[in-house]
Each structure stands twice: as C-alpha cells, then as structure tokens.
C-alpha cells in the first residue's frame, strides 16, 4: 500500500530494457550522442514544436531551477502559487540558482492560480522604480501539487496576462503526463499553444528512474540554460543513460499509459474512499492525487497496516481517536489493485 | 577506437544487472531506501570508517562543488593546481556553489601539487587582514588530470601541511579507483589514512552510468551537505537507482577490476606507442591517461581512421605535416585489444 | 512643504561641525581610527552592552541585509511582515547578500507582527525535513514603515517566541531613535532588554549625512560581519568621517532632539488635517509619519503649489477630483512650521 | 610622517567648504538631486563624453564590483593581473557581486599587464566550450597598485586585443588623477579614446571624505547597474552628499591639483632616498607610490619614530638588523614637507 509519492515506485520495465540496449559500445558524452539527437527530434515531433530546444537534467528541482535562472534576472521576482513546488519543497533552489530573486505568492484556488489573482500581483510590484523587485516569470504547475490540473484555456489566461507585461511563463510539468491524459489534449495545446515558454518534463514520477526533459520553445535560450547547466553540476556526462529513458517514455505512448494507470488508480481510490463514512475528500482529484480527510483512528489503523502515504494536517500521535486528519494519496503508474482494495477495507474498518 | 575520455564506454554489464534487480517495488525516496543504507555500510567497511557519511550525486561537478561549498566560506580560497578539473572544467561551478570563493593555482609538476607550493601559497595568502581573500581547503586530484599518481605518502605531506594551518582537505577522486588499482593501496590508505576530510568517489568514468559517491569522515558535515544538495536540484528522489551502482561497483571489487582494465590498456597502447619513431610520451603514463606527441600527419591518418580523442595542443588543421601536435588518449574499461593494435598500426603509418 | 521622506532633508548643522573639526591631519583606515573607538565606546555606553560591537555603513539596506546574511544561511527563511522595508524596498538585497535565502511574510497589524502571527509562521516552516526552507532570523522594524510603534513588551512578545525556536532577533532602527524619543524608554530597554540581537541603527533619515550604524549585542559576530562587509564594499576607508557622525549624533542627544523635532512636527500636521474636512488619517501616527486620505483635487493643489510627498494609494491623474487618495506624509527633523501651515491652509482648500 | 596609504589623509578644505554649502534646505533623494545633475554633466563635459552615465558610490571595491558585475556573467573569467586591487584587496567582492565569475590573473611587468600576455590568456580560456569560463571583460588599474603607469597608447594595445575578442575594458581608476596629472594628457585620451568602456574614478584617496564615481560611456549599462547598486545597498538616499564631493574635486581642477601635490611630495621623497646608502627603489616612482628596500635597522628607527607605512615584504621583527625589507611609502595631497624631510633624515641615520 504506497501512496506516499509517485517517485517511489519503480521504473517500467520497457524503460529498463531501452536502457539496456543502449549500453551498447561507446558515445559521446555530455549530449553530443546519437540518443539525444534522437529525443531532440522526437520531443519535437510529439510538441509540433520544430525550433524546441531539449535538455537533460536528473531532478526536477534543477529542471525548475535552471529554467527559471535562465529566465528571471537576479532582481526580479517569481510569480507562483504559496503551494509551488519551487517555493515549499525545493530548499530556495530558485533563490539560489537565480541569484537571489524573490518569490511573489499569488493566491489561487486548490493551488491553482487566477488570471485576476495574478493581474493584481503583477501590478502590485514594479510600483517602487529601482527600490522593488522586478517583474519577473510567471511559473505554474500542471497538475499542481493539489492534484487539479489546469485546462490549455485556463493556462492561456493566465499566459496572457503575463504577456501584456512581456513577462516568460514557466510550466512545472512534474506531472504533465498525468494531465494530459486526462485532459485528452495534445502535447502542444498545454504548452505553447497555450502560451507557454519553457517546460519542466517530468519522467521521475511517471515510470523512469531519474531523468527530466528542459523543453525551450524559443531556442535562443539554449546556450545561457546550457552554461548554467554544466556549472551547476548538472551537465550529465553519460548523457545517454537519461535520454534513453525519456525516449523509451515517448515510444508507443509510454508515458502517457503510465500516466493513465496512474490516474485510474487514483480515481478507482477516490471512489472508495467516497463511500466511507467519516471520508471526505478536500477536493475532486482530478489525476492521480488525492487529499482526503477521515479519522486518527483510521490513519492509525492504516499505518499499522503497512500503508505508506503522507499525513498532511495534522499528527498521528494524539489523544482524540476522532480527530479528522488529512492524508495526501499518491498513485504511481505501478500501484496494484489489490493494494487500493486493502486500503480500502483497512479504511472502511471492517 | 575511443579514446576521448572514460565518460565515452558503456556501464559494466553487472551494473546493469544490478540495477535491473533494483528495479523491483515500492522504496522511499531522497536516499531513504534500503540500497543506500547498504550502500553506506559497505563504504564504511571498504574505507575502514566507521563514522563516515555517504551522499550520492550524479556528477563529479556535483561532487566537487557541494563539498567544496561544505567545507569553504565565500570569503575564502580554495588551493589547488591549475589543471584542475574544479579549476578549469566546471565553467565556475566551485565559485557559484561556495558563493564566490576564490581559487588559488598552486603549480604543480605534471599536475600533481608540491608540499613547498602550497606552503608559500598558503603563506602568501590572508596576509592583509579584511582586505584578501581567507584560507581556505586544499583540493587535489588522485589520478590527476594529467594521469599522474599521488602515493599515500604524497598527499600526506601536502595533507600535513594544509594541517597546520587548519585547513580541511578535499580530493577529487573521478578516477580514484585506477590510483588505488595502481598503487595497490587500501582505500583507507589512499584518503582518510593520508589526511583527507571529503571524497568525491568517481564512478561513472569507471563503468557505472552515472553515480559519485560523496563520502565525509566527519560526519558533522552531513546535514549542512544535505541542505547544500537539496537545493542544488542534486537529491535524487530515486535514489535507490544511483546506490545500486556503486553498491555493484563495491562487490567482489568491480570497482577495482575495472579501474585494472582501463590501466592496463592504457599501458599497453603506451608501450606500442613509445616503441613509434616521432611518438613521444610528455611523462610516463601512471594509470588509464597518457599524452603523447606525434605529428600531425600521424593524427590526421588516426582521425580519418574513426579514431576519437581529443588533441590537447595544437590543432589538426595546419599546413605542416611534419608538426608535433599532443594527444590525450583516454582508456577506459571496455577498450578493446582489437582497438589498441589497430591505433598502434595506425600510429606507425604501416 | 517637504514631506516625501526623512531624507530629503539636511544634515543638522551640528554634525558638519563635527565634520569639519574631524578633518584634522591623518587617520588610520577601515576603522582603525580613533573616533571610531570613541563612538564605540560611546554606543556600549549608551545601550548599556558593554560587550557590543559596532561597524558603521553608509546605507539602511546594507545593515539590514549584511546583519541577516550574518544570522541567516542561504537555505533559512527571514521572517518579517509584508511592508517591511527588506521586503518591499530593496530590491532583493537580503536575497543577494544572504546567498539565496527567502522572505516570509507574517502578517501584521498596521505594519506590526503579532506574536501569534509569527508562532503559526515559524510552525508551518521546516515541517517537510530537508526540503523546504529552513526556520530564520526574525526582522523587525521600529518605528514600522508605517509609522506605528513597538513597544519594549511587544517587541519581547515576538522575541520571547523566536527564541523558543533559538531564531536570532533583527531589529530595523533605520527610524529607532523617533520610537525612543515617542516611547521615552532607554535604548537597552527597546533592544537588547526586549530580546534583540542586533541593529541596524538609522541616522541618515534623522539628521547625518549618511551613516548608519550596526550594533551587534553578541561580539562573536563581529568578525563574519567584517569578512562580509569588505566583500560587498561597504567597508569605509576612511571611516572617520562616518564615524563622527554617529559620535556627534549621541553627544548631548542630538539624536533624540531631532527625532523629537520630527515627531512633533508630524503631530501638528496630523492635529491639523483631522480638524480638516475630508481627511482621514489611515490610523494614529505615533511618530514622524503619517497616512492621510483626502479627495484627488485636495492632492491636485497641493502638488501644484508644491508640496512634496508620495501618493501611496491612487494616482494623481485620474477624472474623479472626489476619488479618495491616500498621501504618505514624512516629517525630518528640519521641517518648518510655516511649512506645515501653509500645507494645511492648502489642504483646507481655504 | 604618513605614508601608509592616501587614504589616512584628511578632506581638502574646499571640498568640506562644498559640503557645507549643500547642506540646505531639502533635496530629492537616490540621486535625483540638482547636485548630481551638474556633476553628471561636468563629468561629460571633463572626459568630452556627451553619452556618459554617472553613479556615485562610496567605495572603490564597490565600483569596481558593481561594474564587473554589469559587465560580466556568472560563467566568464575577468582578466586582470595578480597585483589588481580586484584580486588581493576585496576579499572575493568582484566573485560576490558577479555571482561567481572568475578571476584570470594575466602576469604583469611591474603590475602593468602586457598586451601579448593578455593574447595569450583570453586565447588559453574558452578552448573546451561549455566546460570552462567563457572570456570576460579586462580589468586594468592606473595607476597600477605598484605606482606604475599606462600611457593611453599602452592601454590602448590593451584594449585593442580585448576589442578583437569583443571583450569589455574596466579601468580601475582609484588614483586616476595621479595618472592623468603625470601623463599630462585629457581625461578622455586616458580613458575612452583608449577604448576604455567603464571607469571607477576615485576620489577618496586623493581628498574627499569618501566618494567614487562610476561612469560607463555606452549608456545601455545604466538601468542594470541602477539595479545592481540598489540591491547591494550602495544607492544612497542622500546622494547630493556624495555628488558635491566629485563636484567640488572637478572644480577649477582640483583633483588634478591634489594630485600633483601627492605625485610631487612622493617625487621629492623618492629623491631623497635614492641618495641614501643602503635604501634602493624596485622601480623608479611615476606617480605618488615608492617601493623601497632598506635595512631592518632602519624601518625599526623610522617605526620608532612614528613614521606609519606598510613593510611590503619581510617583517620588522627579525634578527638580522641589516636585512633589507621592502617598504611601500604613499603621499597623499596633504603629506607636509617637513614631514618628508624628517623621514629622510631618520632614514638616512644621522
């Protein structure tokens, strides 16, 4: 019963077997190989995106970080929700890697920014001259670290309004694939058909072990993000180790399964907890998270279990068995059937 | 015929393998995995240190940078020789991690440091008070960029040294195991034993994928590394995909027997090579490195032949046949015999 | 009619003599002179903190941030409220010096944090292990930058609470000396009695040329503070000229006489506007600054005839001459009062 | 007898008259003040530079940072030579403010660089793409840290070899005005006709109280400068402070005339020593710096004495009363005559 991440899953096997076969003779390093060229072109082709320029790096905290160093000036400021991954989870990686830029925290609903929320920030700072931040990228996540996903129309509200005040726009796509999949859109409508400048590709999450696509639609970006990359140690020798992974993703649709049995996961998890008593859920998940409100009691008897997941709110040690905890529920393209019907039934205390 | 760099041959087969059985269930993420803990008990025993801390990173840039930053303030200087890899090839990566410490080039013979140099460098430094940069660690390469070797002895002098003024010593160790093959040493021996505080252990230019090993005998520097790594973006999530490489590396001594493989080729093709009128070796090979000079007749027949590697001084264009241009020629563990004699033949112009 | 800041206006003319008299013959540099040792001693006595330490810089935003690069590691969050000054007004200087640490906003009360505001911040802070900021100095700002007061026992409340967590106490005094002439308490009583653990001490907006000083009450920062400011270039060579400043402000309470004369001359002006029709004043300045609200035409005429001050709410331009703006109002120590009248007669429109 | 460092001397009179004289009334702060105004265009007007930009700041380290950084990124190299105030007097400032840009040290004749050294150097870097430094601006100081001089031909061999790599010139030009009153040439043939792009003139060393202007002919670099000093807290509120100070020193050439005082005074001491057996000059004195080599004798009986300078290399304590130490001996414009002939006379022993 894991639910705590989905990066602690393993990688799918078609993933190991590309890998594999690519440790093969030998190759260029530090991109210069014929795996790479590959993706580039392939990462090209699914995003109808012929001048993308495509980049390696091992975490997302560095696809975000140097995404946003490449696009923010150290004395501007980063527009994002108070739930971003780059503002709670990443240890000021994005201070550190820009310079010393600010995070402005633009409240949204469920994690999810508003176009009016975003339009008020934005005019909010810059009114100091030399004395405030600048203005500076506009960074979302789709899907957020909510679980709710943005639809291309809602993301091209909120690029819009950054462009009026020529202000880059920054998707988190940690989890991309798991949007996609249940948007049923095309790669390119939730990116820069949407108004979208640079992309965080997640693979970690979904099924590879530790490689993330940098996706630039306007190429001239490509060599400053390319000098940031190596002097941040993220310049990968054996490049080919981790674009094989993401091209074994792109092949035959991988990573969009892995990102629907994900998903489905979830919802069939959703479900039941639904119809338990004393569950609820905080909000409708919409891909493959879930946060979900139900008594110490049953976090315990859980836990006792073996279940592994995150409390969210809350503390397990605590006197009153009645007390509503939150737990977070995460599903990864792995997760078996059998462990979400033991869940389930531990939940339902019976 | 490549012989480019060690960063260019595929990963040991039971590397693979090793991560293949990996590559089973759920584990817990950020090094929090069952394989790490292995993984850290093994270095402990193989270094004879029972109080030593493991961090794993991707890269030796990485490596570098993060004990680098562990062990300097900005305000200080870090000692080490021009050729050093921390020094000219990581495109800064040492003074953006340390916040802007300075490096100081302590010369050195065929790149290895000499206890006098660093002497009156250190001596020379922190002599104006406020006003200069403030000592800072002593950094050292074993196998060097040059293929030369420090014997235990060696780095304890200049360890020694840096001692008395107080003064943590860092090594660089991206080809640490072809010293230890060669010079038949402990690894205890050849780092702690001979006063070193901090290992970047290589192990992607020796047949893993991509995995270093960051060890602290001083376990005090644990957390402050471990913040400096999250927010670098060098935490893997997947964690257990990195420990299982260099655990694989450590058994039955893979690490050593690769590192003997890429030695002993590297000896052979010196062998043939000094037997080469108009070859000339620039020191006398000591691990898997060697540089030579012949003319550039000679490197254009060995390029238009497929050979790779890379010509360290001057330049494959030119009009005289006759001038005498250097190669670094790289072995790593997989070259092939075949590869060697036909480079050999090649070489001899027959 | 000038009140856009407290320094818009001139030195006191008793500092340009202390100037002028300081200007005799050589002096050693950086700090080595001997009215720097005077003022030092001066300070201690003054604050009565026998072991504090005193380094002089010329600006606010450089105390502010090098005494929090001194308290802070990059990878920490500063606590301060939304309008604090190293929030809104300098340009990521606290980013910049602390190396990439972040800023969070505890939000206050007409610009004054609330001891419980600040418990639920620290608290929500460093629940996620290595992956989110670090809990950080908290910084605090006396007069606030709108013109409210802490008292010695609210500031204690806040400390009381940072220390629980052993968080460093900053306190802003870019304006301390109006909050000592307004409170009528001792200096130790509004620093370190109340649980603060360094200052920024303003005098440029009171009366000098520009010189502030920094008092930490704990010597051991002393020498970090030093390395620190001579990398960001704030270490004065010829330090005298700062230091007489600061030593000519303390002698006979010049300091407090100005603040007085600032604070009494802003209480007129306030006495004045609330007996004027259509003004309100935002909430009860307490010391040199006041925020008005009055129709656009009222801000119309008195910018035609002059006056200077920032509209801090709304825009001159605009059709509505009955639209509420709202007018920030500074008074320094040299505002006259044929100036306030005269801006007040204005603002009656009479 | 003051010769430690121009910097221990007072404030010329007329520039403390200036001073005075500004200090009415009130005045827009951050430099837009009608005293910046004129002294913007004096500077114009002195250097024949309609196009100019002028900012003032305190200190020379934070001139020659803020401009490094403007003109610099993370990832270059800076060259400059080893004896550049940059690189032994800053504690690391210039790798602060660009963000972790290196330093290149180019070897110098006498602290001056030479044209084909500085070939040789930008050559040397930028030969492995990605991996190492990129190619930064040049940096060069006159006069030079030992009292040497660059004639504008000589500077403009210098930036001629950086123009061909389109590399930007900084000149540090602390004693600027000891360079040009020597030369005898124009502000402007000393800097941008030979191919300066940035200066950092310095005024406290030759008889302000603490005020260095930055000028930058190409304009385009003003705006991120701006924000550069803003966020290193050297924008100061009270600008018309530091404006007078420059103001008054181009008054009827003042600063020229300070100049010629120092460069004279140091003139006539150097006479003197050359006289004396036993004391002999590292190289003949151009400007208003001498090193000299005597015997430990008589550094003990001018120290005694009360004669204040830097023993450049060796220590006063010793052994060997006839060991020849090396003294570093600076005028400044107020270092009096009977000053110089009581050094000469202790000097000389009799």
Redesign the interface.
């Known amino acids: 019963m894991?639910f705590?991440?989905d990066?602690?899953?393993?990688?799918h096997?078609r993933v190991?077997e590309a890998?594999?076969r690519a440790?093969?003779?030998?190759?260029?390093?530090?991109g210069d190989d014929a795996i790479m060229k590959a993706l580039a072109a392939r990462i090209r082709e699914v995003f109808e995106a012929p001048e993308a320029v495509v980049h390696m790096?091992?975490?997302?905290?560095?696809?975000?970080?140097?995404i946003l160093a490449t696009l923010a000036?150290?004395?501007?400021?980063v527009f994002c929700t108070p739930e971003a991954h780059i503002h709670?989870?990443?240890?000021?990686?994005p201070?550190?890697?820009?310079?010393?830029?600010?995070?402005t925290?633009v409240p949204g609903l469920n994690a999810k920014m508003q176009p009016d929320a975003l339009h008020r920030a934005i005019e909010a700072e810059e009114t100091?001259g030399?004395?405030?931040?600048?203005r500076g990228p506009v960074s979302i996540t789709n899907i957020t670290e909510r679980g709710t996903i943005y639809s291309p129309d809602e993301q091209k509200a909120l690029a819009d309004t950054a462009r009026r005040y020529d202000l880059p726009v920054h998707l988190d796509g940690a989890r991309l694939a798991n949007a996609i999949a249940r948007l049923n859109c095309t790669p390119a409508e939730i990116t820069w058909k949407s108004g979208i400048d640079a992309v965080s590709l997640g693979g970690?999450?979904n099924g590879l072990?530790?490689a993330e696509a940098v996706i630039f639609f306007d190429p001239a970006n490509s060599w400053e993000f390319?000098?940031?990359r190596?002097?941040?140690?993220?310049?990968?020798?054996?490049n080919r180790?981790?674009a094989v992974q993401m091209l074994a993703h792109l092949e035959n649709g991988l990573w969009l399964e892995c990102a629907r049995q994900a998903n489905s996961a979830a919802a069939r998890l959703a479900r039941g907890l639904k119809q338990i008593t004393d569950v609820s859920l905080l909000f409708e998940p919409e891909a493959n998270m879930i946060f979900a409100k139900f008594p110490r009691a049953t976090h315990q008897r859980l836990h006792a279990a073996g279940a592994?997941y995150y409390v969210w709110e809350g503390s397990l040690e605590g006197e009153d068995p009645q007390e509503m905890l939150t737990a977070r529920l995460v599903c990864?393209w792995?997760v078996r059937d059998e462990d979400i019907t033991r869940f389930l039934t531990l939940a339902q205390g019976s």
Chains 1, 2, 3, 4 share one sequence.
């Open positions: 894991f705590a991440s990066n602690t899953g393993p990688a096997p190991i890998l594999t440790n093969e003779g030998h190759a260029m390093p530090y790096v091992t975490t997302g905290t560095a696809a975000n970080s140097l000036t150290p004395w501007q400021t709670e989870d990443e240890c000021n990686a201070e550190f890697f820009t310079g010393g830029a600010k995070l925290l100091r030399v004395h405030g931040p600048q970690t999450k072990l530790g390319e000098l940031r190596k002097r941040a140690g993220h310049l990968p020798s054996k180790y981790l592994q990864d792995s």
